[in-house]
């Protein structure tokens, strides 16, 4: 990780702060990346980059305070003032903004942040593109002075002036949809959109039902070791309780930093990041949530 500086703290909107931060040597990344922020030693969370990629040296990231807290959004709320400085990781895409003649942008309150540099590279390329932007309520809404540039492809549609958002109508608009937001509405993008032509980023793990889990055997290629994992535990966790080392991030399968290859062996698929056909496929997995079906499990650490 390294040091940046906080060169602005500004709100955005009712219990939404950006950070602007700057520093040295910062690499440069894509529209859809996020970064890890240490809140404090040893615990990061996950925010997504929404200023301009073109600005090098300097990135943007938006915090929603949440209630209930983790710890994340409060102390970076509370405790981080504009002139100190944070740690951060390398930014990741989990979200990467495809080439299309045509996109649906569909954001919920804080979920507009990825999508605020997908639109600008989207503006400028000259596609056809629409954002519809849900939220509560029009306070709660991060960002609308830099969105009212866009004129009428950006609809506001906060709920208690609208409603909730018509995705219905949204999804039979065609193009890409990309979505981020809260998990009923991406579960409900998911009833409606065909899979090809949706693109999701959870910020929660998925809602998901699992059976009980058991426990199986690791063998870790590249050291030639083979792991007991219990039922009480990841496979990350067994790994690195075995001296094997996996870079690893949120443990809830939503960053995507343990993304591990799987050389034999079923998977079950726990995780929020990869798509259903990356599941079915079965040639990689997030150690820090999924486990195996077979007995067995063989990986390239």
Request: aromatic residues 6%; glycine residues 10%; proline residues 7%.
């Amino acid at each position: 990780m390294r040091r940046v500086q906080v060169t602005a703290k500004t709100r955005e909107a009712e219990d939404v702060v950006s950070f602007a931060l700057s520093g040295d040597g910062l690499p440069p990344w894509t529209p859809g990346a996020h970064v890890d922020v240490e809140v404090r030693p040893g615990v990061n969370r996950q925010y997504s980059l929404c200023g301009d990629p073109a600005e090098r040296g300097c990135w943007r990231i938006a915090v929603l305070r949440e209630d209930p807290s983790r710890g994340g959004s409060r102390y970076l709320h509370e405790e981080v003032p504009a002139g100190s400085s944070l740690r951060v990781g390398e930014p990741r895409n989990n979200f990467a903004l495809e080439p299309a003649p045509a996109y649906a942008f569909v954001a919920g309150g804080i979920g507009i942040t990825p999508l605020l540099p997908m639109i600008r590279a989207v503006a400028a390329s000259g596609a056809e593109w629409t954002l519809h932007y849900g939220a509560r309520t029009r306070a709660r809404m991060a960002f609308l002075d830099e969105l009212a540039a866009y004129g009428d492809r950006v609809r506001v549609l906060p709920e208690d002036e609208h409603g909730l958002l018509p995705l219905a109508d949204i999804v039979a608009g065609g193009g890409l949809v990309y979505c981020c937001g809260p998990e009923p509405l991406l579960a409900a993008a998911e009833r409606l959109c065909p899979a090809d032509r949706l693109r999701l980023e959870r910020f929660r793990p998925r809602e998901e039902e699992f059976g009980p889990a058991g426990a199986f055997e690791v063998f870790a290629s590249l050291s030639g070791q083979t792991v007991e994992v219990a039922a009480t535990e990841s496979v990350l966790d067994a790994l690195d309780l075995a001296g094997v080392g996996v870079p690893s991030s949120c443990r809830e399968g939503t960053c995507g930093t343990c993304e591990t290859t799987v050389l034999d062996g079923e998977v079950e698929h726990r995780d929020s990041v990869l798509s259903e056909e990356e599941r079915t496929s079965g040639k990689t997995m997030m150690i820090c949530v999924s486990r195996a079906r077979s007995a067995r499990l063989v990986l390239d650490v």
